[in-house]
């Protein structure tokens, strides 16, 4: 009895199966399309030339992607620079923001020994933090509030 109820069970399953349909890559009208995404993850960079900048850079890396898909059905994904936290060969770990390090972006002006005379790097994370810090800490007691306001309705 056992082994008709299983062969029965196999054959209901293969009778039943149908193959499933691709989605297409291309709109119907047949026109070229692009598609906008996001990258999140571990990207390795390793350059080809004589006389590069860097030979090897890693980083985790948020950025924004582009998917082109022609008429033919060729596709060309590109990846855009973001926000990546990345190690170099010649500049050890940083912060870059769209392909420039944050230590740029957030340059002071120098004074006559040429040091900054500005907030520096650590100051502008501490100062971002805070504010994140600050802000969640207003949405909490705020929440805490409504929540507790609202227990008599």
């Given at each position: ?32 399309t ?8 571990a ?58 390090p ?12 040429g ?39």
């Amino acid at each position: 009895m056992k082994k008709l109820t299983m062969i029965a069970l196999v054959a209901s399953q293969l009778a039943t199966a149908a193959p499933a349909g691709a989605a297409e890559l291309i709109d119907s009208a047949g026109q070229d399309t692009t598609r906008m995404g996001s990258f999140a993850g571990a990207r390795i960079r390793i350059s080809l030339d004589r006389e590069p900048r860097e030979r090897v850079r890693a980083g985790l890396t948020i950025a924004p992607t582009a998917l082109a898909v022609r008429a033919d059905g060729a596709a060309r994904r590109r990846i855009g620079e973001g926000v990546e936290f990345g190690l170099s060969d010649r500049r050890g770990p940083s912060l870059s923001l769209s392909g420039r390090p944050v230590s740029e972006l957030a340059e002071g002006p120098r004074g006559p020994d040429g040091r900054r005379q500005n907030v520096s790097t650590v100051g502008w994370v501490a100062i971002g933090v805070g504010v994140v810090v600050v802000g969640v800490a207003g949405y909490a007691i705020w929440l805490t509030h409504e929540m507790n306001s609202n227990e008599g309705d």
